[in-house]
């Protein structure tokens, strides 16, 4: 079964605040580099499947901060490439 992830774009809001939060979601033990390469490396450790839900709202939020739509685009092709991340849209 799937670990279900609502992303909170509120939490998303500083470049600090985007690696911070990912580190919380993806529970990062060892050191993260805490940068978008970093973070697509890390991403492609994952081996528990993760579904991360993302509302309209959420993507509204994101698109205002441009780092955090970056971070977006990272989790996206994470996801096209490693088979236990999924991006789940809902209302």
Do not use: W
């Not at 690696?19 to 528990?48: K, S």
């Not at 839900?53 to 959420?58: I, K, N, Q, S």
Request: with cysteine; net charge negative.
């Amino acid at each position: 079964m799937s670990r279900r992830i609502k992303i909170n774009a509120s939490r998303m809001q500083t470049r600090d605040d985007i690696h911070d939060y990912m580190e919380d979601i993806f529970d990062f033990q060892d050191y993260y580099g805490r940068n978008l390469d970093a973070l697509y490396d890390r991403l492609q450790e994952v081996t528990d499947d993760i579904d991360l839900v993302f509302t309209h709202d959420a993507i509204a939020g994101i698109l205002d901060v441009p780092y955090a739509y970056r971070t977006l685009m990272v989790l996206g092709k994470a996801c096209d490439e490693n088979p236990h991340l999924h991006i789940l849209f809902r209302p």
